[in-house]
């Protein structure tokens, strides 16, 4: 072996170990891209094949003749004088342009089958559309639609991310990470509760709002180990590790069960639920709680809610006890108005019907109240008038008819006129008057 080839024998095998690259693959991009320089000459041969030997670092082109199958029929050394030189410059730029595949591949290769894992990265950039972590040999790419709205990332600040999707692009992995996603808790409890990491116990179920509250649900495979215990940890400091990576964000942890009523009330925690109604063909659970919980049951905009009917999958609706005993007293068969008290610009008090127009102050609202009430009395006052009135003219009517009737007729008329109206009358009188007189004796 001459010294040059030695050397290069060296070099190679310095740079194969240096990059992770065998000297084998080095020596097979060497030799295609040799001939690919053979070919170039004037005089060569139209088929050929570069041989280098990696004991003694010889080269050598051989031309080759084939026949209609390409089968080879004839093979012959034909390696040019100066071929060493050509064989130099050629090895520099493979040599550089296979390692750079070669290191892509293996970027690829090593996190290829990692989504759904946790990586700890360097911020390196941030701006409006992205992040930039270095991860060491890769950059994660951190977009802003899997950022948390009120984290901000300073550049130098060690994160931790979950590992959405990997990309094999041109220029070699595109790594897409995330710090919305759910799994970032799962992840993050794994390396914080051996009993996780072991299997001993298992987060069913997680819901997420990113960068204000996280309910997960656990269960024990082991039934000597307690799930909320191992996840919280001695006085907390388990799930504060957690908290702590998350900037604050709240974590609650409940028990995990296979019964939907005891999970929809561990679901609903610092709550306490004194019923569960199932309604199973509308997928509707509800829950009645006392009065002083329904807000604590309710959350802050509904999030305590809302947190637990994804943790559970069941829709959950909240009632008190007072507005159930409303209810099944008659008053859900009423009609009510439509509408919400808010507050306007003046710090007052409105309300506004649901289906539009002006709002109505409390003031406002007590008048037209009153002046309803009073509007209705004098409605009944002017009917019982009315009546009262038609009643008494009614009367004075038929009053003045009578006179004018006993002027209009005079005295005579008026004895003809009750004479002939009621003859029967003075005849009957008449008969009555006689059978009650003595009887008349006769003429002597």
């Known amino acids: 072996m001459s010294k040059t080839n030695f050397e ?3 070099a190679l095998g310095q740079i194969a170990r240096d990059k992770g690259i065998s000297v084998e693959t080095l020596l097979d991009a060497l030799a295609n891209a040799l001939v690919a320089a053979y070919k170039r000459r004037p005089d060569a041969a139209e088929e050929a094949v570069v041989t280098i030997d990696p004991d003694s670092g010889e080269i050598r082109v051989y031309g080759q003749e084939l026949d209609e199958d390409g089968n080879v029929v004839r093979e012959w050394d034909d390696t040019p004088d100066d071929f060493g030189r050509i064989a130099a410059q050629t090895a520099k730029q493979v040599i550089l342009q296979r390692i750079r595949e070669v290191e892509r591949d293996l970027k690829y290769e090593e996190y290829a089958g990692r989504e759904g894992d946790i990586v700890t990265g360097i911020v390196q950039q941030t701006d409006n559309r992205y992040t930039l972590l270095d991860l060491g040999k890769v950059e994660a790419l951190l977009p802003q639609a899997e950022q948390v709205s009120y984290e901000r990332y300073e550049h130098g600040a060690r994160l931790k991310a979950y590992i959405v999707e990997v990309r094999k692009t041109t220029k070699g992995p595109q790594i897409v990470v995330s710090r919305s996603h759910p799994g970032l808790i799962k992840r993050l409890f794994e390396l914080e509760v051996p009993e996780i990491s072991s299997g001993a116990v298992e987060i069913k179920a997680a819901a997420r709002e990113p960068g204000h509250r996280t309910k997960i649900a656990v269960w024990s495979n082991d039934p000597n180990v307690d799930p909320v215990g191992a996840c919280v940890g001695a006085r907390g400091s388990r799930v504060r590790m957690v908290t702590n990576e998350l900037r604050g964000e709240r974590v609650d942890v409940v028990p995990y069960s296979d019964d939907p009523v005891e999970l929809i009330q561990s679901a609903l925690a610092p709550a306490r639920v004194r019923e569960v109604r ?11 709680v006392s009065d002083y919980q329904l807000s604590l049951a309710i959350g802050k905009e509904g999030q305590n809610a809302r947190l637990a009917a994804r943790l559970t999958g069941w829709r959950i609706d909240i009632k008190s006890e007072t507005q159930l005993a409303e209810e099944e007293s008659g008053y859900a ?15 007052e008090m409105v309300w506004q019907p649901a289906e539009g127009g002006s709002a109505v102050s409390a003031s406002e609202w007590a008048e037209g109240a009153d002046g309803a ?5 004098e409605v009944v006052g002017s009917a019982d008038g009315a009546t009262d009135g038609a009643t008494d003219g009614a009367e004075e009517a038929e009053a003045a008819i009578e006179p004018e009737a006993a002027d209009a007729t ?11 109206a009621t003859p029967a009358e003075d005849a009957s009188t008449e008969d009555a008057s006689a059978a009650d007189a003595p009887a008349e004796e006769g003429p002597a």
């Open 8 to 10: 290069f024998l060296d």
């Open 278 to 288: 199932l309604d199973d063909e509308t997928g509707t659970a509800t829950v009645i």
């Open 333 to 347: 068969g009423e009609e009510w108005a439509e509408g919400e008290w808010i507050q306007n610009d003046a710090g």
């Open 373 to 377: 009430d009073e509007v209705a009395v």
């Open 410 to 420: 005079g005295d005579g008329e008026s004895e003809a006129a009750s004479g002939a």
